[in-house]
């Protein structure tokens, strides 16, 4: 998703009612960011609250690692939310997209912490019903189901998790859950539905006029989701987070806005996201906060929400959220975050209001002073000798410490201006 491709972030084509209620319901990060610029390696970052860097995973999955047998994906050793969540009672259920490896016995959600899984392994498939796909056709724990000829999938996916959080609560309502609900849209292929392409009809050109049906789909089926938790009365105790995965693409016709570059790149076109938290009553609604925090606080965040930070240390290179949302300034202004691509051509810092980045393809330095200079234009590393230095030696110190990367990148890298 681009960054600027929901109303609330400046969207003008179309609304996102829906997105945009939990934006104005609770707090938006402005400096939001994912863990890698590509869908695998970024969901391997929210996942475990880790920078996948540290074990081996920097980019997304290749073609090798599709074999049944392949131990190519989410480190074993690496827990994951579900994890951290079930010794207090939590049930975890995954919905949709995997996209972390395709051997069951290593790699499967059900094998990963999640009781329940409805999805598919791979990262993009058709939004209409296909034949058998090992890596992307729909199954359930396990079990590959018969694709409703009328699917589309970002409704289907909504209609078995809207199903299974009925089930949950209804069965035992006093047991608390946590859903990762992983929608594919709009990644390709570009799939609209002709209901949702009517409502655009007045964008005159088609990529982006399908573009837009799709995001308009996935708004309505989060407004879905909010109405089933509000039918069930939980709401008000439910924590609600929002963010995509990595920053929108030239080839699905999505917008960044005044970010420079797009998915694949170390520009901020390809790190920051929307991210919004929502919880009426402990998370301050109406609030923009412009502190800088990662997908990676979100397993701690949710650790220390549920308690499960009491049964022993977590293993994150995040920080709890929770104070910063209730007004304590703490330790995340003075923090350094690291991005690096599997092919080890680009890295990236930033700490504090400066970003460093390095492409060794050019042996081009650039620092950026995103306070002023949102869309990189303005490359200071020239002019402040002392702060690229400085940036420098922190990159250079932190990739000591982490090992090569256990596989290159097969993503394209274009950038967009």
Request: glycine share 8%; net charge negative; charged share 25%.
């Amino acid at each position: 998703m681009g960054y600027a491709d929901i109303s609330v972030l400046g969207q003008k084509k179309y609304r996102t009612p829906h997105i945009d209620a939990i934006f104005h319901g609770g707090t938006y990060f402005t400096n939001g960011y994912v863990t890698n610029s590509v869908c695998a390696p970024s969901r391997a970052g929210l996942i475990t609250g880790r920078l996948g860097s540290y074990f081996g995973f920097e980019a997304n999955l290749p073609e090798s690692s599709h074999l049944p047998d392949s131990t190519i994906g989410l480190d074993p050793e690496q827990k994951t939310i579900a994890d951290v969540l079930k010794p207090v009672g939590y049930k975890s259920i995954c919905i949709g997209k995997w996209h972390l490896g395709y051997n069951d016995d290593l790699f499967h959600p059900n094998n990963r912490g999640f009781d329940e899984f409805f999805g598919l392994l791979g990262g993009s498939r058709s939004y209409y019903k296909i034949d058998y796909d090992r890596g992307n056709s729909l199954q359930y724990n396990g079990s590959f189901i018969d694709e409703p000829d009328d699917m589309y999938i970002t409704d289907y996916l909504t209609d078995k998790a809207v199903a299974l959080i009925k089930h949950q609560v209804k069965l035992t309502p006093e047991q608390p859950f946590f859903m990762y609900m992983s929608y594919t849209a709009p990644h390709v292929p570009m799939h609209a539905k002709e209901s949702d392409l009517e409502r655009v009809a007045h964008i005159e050109k088609e990529l982006r006029r399908t573009y837009a049906a799709m995001v308009l789909c996935v708004d309505d089926n989060v407004g879905r989701l909010q109405a089933c938790l509000d039918e069930l009365g939980i709401s008000d105790n439910t924590l609600i987070v929002f963010l995509s995965d990595n920053g929108g693409p030239i080839a699905n016709g999505s917008w960044n806005g005044q970010l420079r570059g797009n998915k694949g790149s170390l520009w901020e076109g390809g790190i920051r996201v929307p991210f919004a938290l929502k919880w009426p009553g402990v998370i301050p609604a109406k609030k923009m906060n412009h502190t800088f925090v990662s997908s990676v606080d979100l397993l701690p965040t949710f650790a220390a929400v549920s308690g499960a930070d009491q049964f022993g240390p977590v293993a994150t290179d995040g920080m709890n959220l929770m104070p910063l949302l209730q007004g304590e300034a703490g330790e995340y202004r003075d923090r350094a975050f690291f991005w690096r691509r599997g092919d080890m051509k680009n890295v990236a810092v930033r700490y504090r209001n400066y970003k460093y980045i390095m492409n060794r393809r050019t042996n081009e330095e650039y620092l950026f002073d995103l306070r002023k200079d949102i869309s990189e234009r303005d490359n200071m590393a020239v002019f402040m000798p002392d702060y690229t230095d400085a940036l420098r030696t922190i990159q250079a110190k932190w990739e000591a410490s982490v090992p090569d990367p256990g596989f290159s990148s097969d993503w394209e890298v274009k950038e967009s201006n």
